[in-house]
């Protein structure tokens, strides 16, 4: 079965800290996608990112990274020099590649990330 | 700006009576989502729509029914809210060639009185 952990159930830091929020799943399946959404106050969630299974390469968007590692099951996530605009609640979440159930995404629990000025 | 939209924002109605959650979205994506999130919880699949292939979660109480009349609308019909309803109810689009990205409205927060 496939599963999201998010351990981390609330994280306080000061601005211009740097954080990383963790994510572990279970799957499976040997083809499956990761994400991360951010969920502000305003309660829309917005897509961060999205990483398939073939491809381990970290990547970084501005403050933003993602450290995807296969071998630990785990895909975590770091914001550089955090800032007040980044206090959220921060989802990963998980998907099969292929089969009937392919468009259905698997959500952790969320990790809600205050950033005090 | 493309979007998806949810109206109301927020929307208070009566044990036991009917309500309707409207989403609609002007991506022309052929696929929408109605997902619930309790507080403090995650987001939770409801139903989708293909097109107008309905597709039902196997854990989605009877209560809950959807209509899409048309490509930009769906509907979330509650028939019998329960207190345990309460929460904040959320649509999402996306291409089925690209299912992977999904994009969410803001919400509508469901107060059961």
């Known amino acids: 079965a496939q599963k999201v952990t998010q351990a981390q159930t609330e994280i306080s830091v000061v601005e211009k800290e740097d954080v990383t929020l963790d994510c572990v799943y279970e799957?499976?399946?040997?083809?499956?996608?990761l994400f991360w959404y951010k969920q502000p106050p305003s309660g829309e969630l917005v897509f961060l990112i999205r990483?398939?299974?073939?491809?381990?390469q970290n990547e970084i968007s501005g403050r933003y990274s993602w450290n995807f590692q296969k071998s630990t099951s785990s895909f975590n996530f770091t914001i550089t020099a955090s800032q007040v605009v980044d206090s959220a609640v921060y989802f990963c979440?998980?998907?099969?590649?292929?089969?009937?159930?392919?468009?259905?995404?698997?959500f952790g629990s969320g990790t809600r990330l205050l950033v005090r000025p | 700006d493309a979007m998806v939209i949810q109206n109301p924002r927020y929307q208070v109605t009566q044990f036991g009576k009917p309500v309707t959650l409207s989403c609609s979205q002007t991506?022309?994506?052929?696929?929408m989502y109605w997902y619930q999130q309790k507080s403090s919880q995650a987001p939770k699949l409801l139903f989708h729509?293909?097109?107008?292939?309905?597709?039902n979660e196997a854990d989605t109480p009877d209560n809950f029914q959807s209509r899409r009349p048309n490509t930009s609308f769906c509907f979330l019909d509650i028939r019998s809210p329960g207190l345990g309803d309460a929460a904040m109810y959320l649509c999402?689009?996306?291409?089925?060639?690209?299912?992977?990205?999904?994009?969410f409205g803001p919400g509508t927060r469901l107060l059961v009185l």
């Open positions: 999402a689009t996306s291409f089925w060639t690209r299912w992977e990205t999904q994009y």
């Open positions: 799957t499976r399946d040997t083809t499956y996608y």
């Open positions: 990483r398939n299974s073939f491809d381990e």
């Open positions: 979440a998980l998907s099969e590649g292929r089969g009937d159930s392919s468009y259905k995404l698997i």
């Open positions: 991506l022309n994506h052929n696929v």
């Open positions: 729509y293909y097109d107008k292939d309905f597709n």
